[in-house]
């Protein structure tokens, strides 16, 4: 890369970084639950929202072979991180021994931080 080449890229940077979002993506950090006939689970979700446009808006609870067994909408953003939250009733496949659990945001979409956890 030529200097004349280096420099327009440093501008460019300049110019855009401002549109950047600085929230980053939404990481599960923390997931406990409790099951008998069904289960509920609390998650813990790091993402520091930034207002209507930019937050962590559902967290998921995933088999194994990554298909959707839950969904806990979010429908605002929250003004503290991390924040929990619960679901409840939730039905899990028979023989389903892990799930994975993973958080979404309006900007990033999917991208942060999982955690598999093993049932007993």
Known sequence: MTRKNKNRFVILMLLYLPFLAVAG?????DVSYQCAQTCSFSVTIQHDDE?????????????????????????????????????????????THEVIVRAHD???????????????
């Open 51 to 95: 207002g209507w446009k930019h937050y962590a808006n559902r967290w998921e609870i995933l088999s194994i072979d990554r298909t959707i067994i839950a969904t806990r909408v979010l429908a605002h953003p929250h003004s503290k991180a991390p924040f929990t939250r619960s679901l409840s009733n939730i039905k899990l496949p028979k023989n």
């Open 25 to 29: 993506e939404a990481n599960v950090v």
């Open 106 to 120: 309006l900007i990033h979409g999917y991208g942060g931080k999982e955690l598999k956890i093993k049932l007993k």
